[in-house]
């Protein structure tokens, strides 16, 4: 069955910097675009990043633009978030997700079919 593994997470302080990883199987890695999201308490959950199939493409909110960094490498079947000048509204568990085709840069939560169980990130002050 298909499988998305998230880690990484952590309690970092304002300004660190933190590397997430999600490791896919299950499906053809290579096929789909892959993104990121975050949810912090009582809050919806919000789109982080994307990246297309090939990685040449990617995708960022204003919110984390400059700061958050999308990757993927298919020999391992991962996709990572590199989060530089983190900041306490950063807070939040975050999951990453699948989405077929591959060449989309989607942001909607319901347009990804496939998600990971989420790690959590948290960023004191």
């Known amino acids: 069955q298909v499988q998305l593994v998230e880690s990484g997470g952590g309690l970092v302080q304002t300004g660190d910097s933190l590397r997430l990883s999600c490791t896919v199987s299950?499906?053809?890695?290579?096929?789909?675009?892959m993104g990121w999201f975050r949810q912090a308490p009582g809050k919806e959950r919000e789109f982080v990043a994307v990246?297309?199939?090939?990685?040449?493409?990617?995708y960022y909110p204003d919110s984390v633009k400059g700061r958050f960094t999308i990757s993927r490498d298919h020999a391992e079947n991962t996709v990572y978030l590199q989060m530089n000048s983190l900041k306490p509204e950063d807070t939040g568990v975050y999951y990453c997700a699948a989405h077929f085709p591959g060449n989309e840069l989607v942001t909607e939560y319901s347009d990804y079919s496939y998600w990971g169980q989420g790690t959590q990130v948290t960023v004191s002050s």
């Open positions: 299950g499906l053809t890695f290579m096929s789909y675009a």
């Open positions: 990246i297309d199939w090939n990685g040449g493409n990617t």
